[in-house]
């Protein structure tokens, strides 16, 4: 296979910087928070499915910390085999690389394609925004999800 070429890169490149940038659109128009819809205190990215970052919108740029080890610290506690459509993992751990400083709140969901009979993670979505407190588990899960994980045996 051979390395794509400098256009395709381009194309490529700016199709996920438009996705980045629409999240964040939408993020201001459905946010109840001051700081979101007025102030615009917030970041949106795209990660592969190990983690790494592909692309952040030009919000506000020093969330990239924010953004870092992340999803990655998710996929350290919850593998790739055990996410779901629907699975939203809400991260708040300073000391795991969940922030610039301790109020950093992380939304990071899984983007599930299904395929060839399995379920398969190939990019990650994420928000960071300020939030009111700063501490908490590093990971939350929805309960409905945790109770049907625990049902089905998983949890």
Same mark, same amino acid.
């Given at each position: ?61 020093? +969330? ?13 506690? +919850? ?77």
């Amino acid at each position: 296979m051979h390395p794509p070429d400098a256009v395709t890169v381009e194309v490529i490149g700016s199709a996920l910087a438009s996705i980045t940038e629409e999240m964040g659109e939408a993020l201001f128009r459905a946010s109840f928070s001051t700081n979101i819809k007025e102030r615009r205190d917030c970041s949106t990215a795209l990660f592969d499915r190990a983690g790494r970052t592909l692309c952040q919108a030009e919000h506000i740029l020093i +969330h990239l910390g924010s953004f870092l080890e992340a999803v990655p610290a998710i996929l350290a506690r +919850h593998p790739e085999a055990e996410l779901r459509p629907g699975d939203v993992f809400v991260f708040s751990d300073a000391y795991a690389g969940g922030g610039t400083h301790l109020p950093d709140i992380v939304l990071a969901e899984p983007i599930i394609v299904e395929g060839q009979g399995s379920l398969e993670s190939g990019l990650w979505m994420a928000i960071v925004t300020p939030g009111a407190g700063g501490y908490g588990p590093p990971t939350v899960r929805d309960p409905v999800l945790a109770e049907r994980d625990r049902r089905e045996g998983r949890g």
